[in-house]
């Protein structure tokens, strides 16, 4: 049978259905940090599954697996990965991914300003005067 008989090609050309990223079954849980990290930068180059694939020596399988499901990837892996997107292993391995940190000032100073601002004012000026008197010395 030839390949015209098939409304797409069955031997993985770029008709073939199969070869790009096709809505499938959503998966049962959240991909673990590493391979949602490797598939966003799959799809930010227009990659598929086949291509990168390819391009890292990998069944499709295998790189599926690992934008899925593993937890720990090989060194070697990480180390071509994050060679072929021009990537540290950390920002591959989402290590780089530091909530920020709310501005403004920690919860305790919010807390004592608040406690200070209901004092009566000659108690303030007392603590102020103790803090203008301790915060020299603190450099």
Do not use: C, H, W
């Not at 593993?70 to 990480?78: K, Q, V, W, Y």
């Not at 909530?99 to 102020?128: D, F, H, Y």
């Amino acid at each position: 049978m030839s390949t015209s008989q098939f409304p797409f090609n069955p031997i993985g050309g770029p008709e073939d259905p199969y070869n790009g990223d096709m809505p499938g079954r959503a998966p049962s849980k959240p991909a673990p940090a590493f391979g949602a990290q490797l598939a966003t930068l799959r799809k930010a180059r227009g990659l598929t599954q086949s291509q990168l694939a390819e391009a890292l020596g990998l069944s499709v399988e295998m790189l599926a697996y690992y934008e899925r499901r593993a937890t720990n990837p090989s060194a070697d892996f990480i180390a071509k990965a994050a060679a072929f997107f021009g990537v540290t292993a950390d920002d591959l391995l989402a290590l780089n991914t530091k909530a920020p940190r709310k501005p403004g000032p920690t919860p305790q100073i919010a807390q004592l300003t608040e406690r200070l601002a209901r004092l009566p004012r000659a108690q303030q000026r007392i603590v102020v005067k103790m803090l203008e008197g301790a915060l020299p010395k603190a450099g």
